[in-house]
């Protein structure tokens, strides 16, 4: 069982930032690629962010430049600066992790979500 718990989510003016958090735990031997996605009302879930073990990254158009993905693989966690919100970026953010598990099965694990809200 591998559980990954979000936070930092929350209610912000635009151009305003916030920093999300999402640690994983459990039967974890190692984590692969490490990633944020975000779904409107309406929309599809779409990749906003994503980051391999050995640092590298990459990012939607929309949010280059303003969002930054960063990792602590000693705590297995995965961070999301946003910075310059816009109101397009409301959205409920899902982060997600490619486990391999103690027991050297290979899955990918989501969080619950958490919400950002960004006011005009």
């Known amino acids: 069982q591998v559980q990954l718990v979000e936070s930092g989510g929350g209610l912000v003016q635009a151009g305003g930032s916030l920093r999300l958090s999402c640690a994983a735990s459990?039967?974890?031997?190692?984590?692969?690629?490490m990633g944020w996605y975000r779904q409107a009302p309406g929309k599809q879930r779409e990749l906003v962010a994503g980051?391999?073990?050995?640092?590298?990254?990459n990012y939607a158009n929309s949010v280059k430049g303003r969002f930054t993905i960063s990792r602590d693989n000693a705590k297995n966690t995965v961070y999301l600066q946003m910075n310059s919100l816009k109101p397009e970026d409301t959205a409920v953010y899902y982060c997600?992790?490619?486990?391999?598990?103690?027991?050297?099965?290979?899955?990918?694990?989501w969080g619950q979500g958490t919400q950002v809200t960004v006011s005009s």
């Open positions: 997600n992790a490619e486990v391999v598990s103690t027991g050297r099965a290979r899955f990918v694990s």
């Open positions: 459990g039967s974890i031997f190692s984590i692969n690629a």
């Open positions: 980051i391999f073990s050995g640092g590298s990254t």
